[in-house]
């Protein structure tokens, strides 16, 4: 056992997923049991809290409310897109212990991807370096699942269940009214990575289901092999249903689409993307001469807590609940990863533990071989290897009127013991 | 009881919903009950396979089947929006009373909106001019619950369940990430009447709750208003959550947005919507210089049967199931509505009848007392009105790959007796 005793916080940040409050009540529920963390806070809108001294007093909740977290979607302590400077330097990492030191802050639970580990393992460093006992771990979350040293994301299991479930429903509407609407388009998340375009693969339990045809970042295309493909498939079925993933380039790396106007960037400095089902669909009607619609599903897939995958939900709870065991045992400086049991014939996941430096710097995209020859569908491999994480439904509460309930943490902001913060990310 | 024997043929209509299979689970069922009935048709993609002679044989289908499109998206005889001609001297109304003759067709069901019951007057009123003896029944379907004469149609009750859902979800996904992503627009489907884009409002259980605004065909926008709207939420909350119906329009009349390309108007003469909620970002990126991103659910919003509501899955069956019943014994030329019972408290609803010609020609849009003084929400009166209508989940199978399980109807076409159909709609 960790012989530190202090107050912990804990953090969600970057994109919300169906299953980051899971983490959250794990991280939560685990805390009140370890007799080492005494209070437990949590950053309001992810390090931004952290940065301006906004902590939400999450002892002093409602026990209910922390099991409902559990399954709810989006991020209940609130999140953000704030990049800490690469710069250690930067006065943000001082400020952070500064924060912790005023609050007795002995723990760190960040919620995140790379980004946010990097943030972590950066907290970390500096800590160790000045002298503050700080424990510092990582919790894996993201719909992109494209960290490295983990087998999958908490995240993905349910972005997958929805979007395949999307794309099968709307997919029988296509073949329903081919003769009109011809062509659906759909377009999936995902900036560097297909894993989430790819997983819509599922709906295709036979040759002619939807969907036809996937479009990955791992396998560029041109707009010649996009008008084979979709003539291709039309002459066949008399119907096409398209995924594509908003990250997909060409092959000189220019993406299918950018986002125009004024916010083409974000402040991670990734570009902006959103306009791939767009594109694609001004191409299929212009070199096809064949009728498409897109759906955007957009902040939607991240979201579908009414549908979420109940292996997804327990093994993103298991992940914050892990954290906290390990950094009560003393663990600093990792992210907890999920370890799928390699000699089981059924499903087995359990947990292990990558430095919090190796996963900000890496990237796991997904394998060439689990995309077909042609570059437009998912192999078996690729099957074998999301289905088990889409199984299962997370029960939900439905009100009178006939709509999910959806817990909300209360605003209680822990007293203030610094100056305002005036650097990056003031709020 | 009729003393009219014969066959009978089926037709889906127009754009798919979440229970339109319902109603069609509705009349095979009754239909298999009634001794005046002898063979099942469908009509192979609405009436394009009754003008083509595309006849799917329902009753060699499995009787699980049948059973399993009680709770199955999109329209699984196929569907079309192929418009017959006004004139009914045009050569399309003979060739159905062609077929009908040829199959002995003394029963004809058409499931659809209002320009399908146009349709069936059209074929009822011919039949009748020509001695050939035929009852016609409409069906109601539409998402979009614009049908006159009804207190409510089958498919709204779906729509407005699962998008309010979606909102709700995704208006916690803008609630977390309001630093960074701070406007969200979702577009709903409706081309003249506001009620999908409306049921939205379920949603905003609290004041704050998304969705803030709520733009409807039936309250005329400028865009200074709509500037003046997204200032005044971001400057109470700090973010806004929009829900825009595709067929929204200024006070000179013009559409916020229309589809560009060469596929502008479909075959019924419509404009083709779908870039409302695109619209709307540029005026709040540009004007407010506040991000904003869009959800466009598209076909998925009608097709959610995976969390249909079940007070609208029963009332699709029971329309499908009534109409059997009533041409059995012996009424011809109406369509069914729904009635609700105006005296209890508790939500009842019966069915009733309107003539087909009555339904064709009215169209029935959200009484603008229903929509707030401001134009941009939802009053309690249409609280009262849709909330029993989504009350309910409609059980669904979930397979081993934790998606759901769909029926789908085996494509068996019936023996064809006539020459081969060369008018409009030729297939």
Known sequence: MSRLKGN??????????????ASLCGVIQEAMRQDCIREIYAGYNGILGVLNEQLLDIGGQDRQTIAGLK????????????????????????????????????YFFYCGGNDSMDTADKVSKLANQTGYE???????????N????????????????????????????????????????????GRNAGWIAGSTGMAARELDDAPHLIYFPEAPVTRD?????????????????????EGVKDDKGNYLAEAGGDFG???????????????????????????????????????????????????????????????????????????RDPESKTYGCTTGLAKLSDVANGEKK?????????????????RKYAMPLMKGEAPITIGDDGLPVYVRLEKRIVAQKCAKWTGPGKM
Chains 1, 2 share one sequence.
């Open 366 to 382: 997904v394998p060439r071989e689990w995309i077909n020859k042609d570059g437009n569908h998912i192999t078996d491999e690729f």
């Open 265 to 339: 960037q974000d402040s991670f400095g990734h570009k902006q993307l959103g306009g791939a089902a767009e594109a694609l669909r001004g191409i299929v009607e212009k070199d096809c001469r064949i009728k498409a619609r897109t759906n955007k599903p957009g902040t939607l897939q991240r979201n579908g807590a009414h549908f979420a995958s109940l292996t997804d939900v327990e093994e993103a709870y298991m992940c914050g609940a892990k954290a906290v065991q390990m950094a009560a045992e003393g663990t600093s400086g990792y992210m907890i990863t999920l370890v």
């Open 146 to 189: 494209d960290l490295a040293y983990t087998d999958h994301c908490p995240g993905y299991g349910s972005v997958a269940k929805y979007l395949a479930t999307m794309v099968m429903e709307s997919g029988r509407d296509t073949e329903a009214l081919y003769t009109h609407d011809t062509c659906t388009i759909m377009e999936a998340m």
């Open 225 to 245: 092999k996009i008008v084979d493909d979709v003539r291709r498939v039309h002459a066949r079925l008399g119907r096409v249903f398209i995924v594509v993933c």
């Open 71 to 106: 399954v709810c979607p989006a991020a209940a302590a609130g999140s953000c897109r704030h990049k800490l400077s690469k710069d250690p330097k930067s006065g943000e990492y001082e400020r952070i212990l500064e924060i912790f030191r005023a609050h007795d802050v002995r």
């Open 8 to 21: 912990c916080v804990v953090a969600q940040s970057g994109g919300p997923t169906t299953v980051i409050n």
């Open 134 to 144: 700080l424990i510092v771990m990582g919790v894996p979350k993201t719909i992109d």
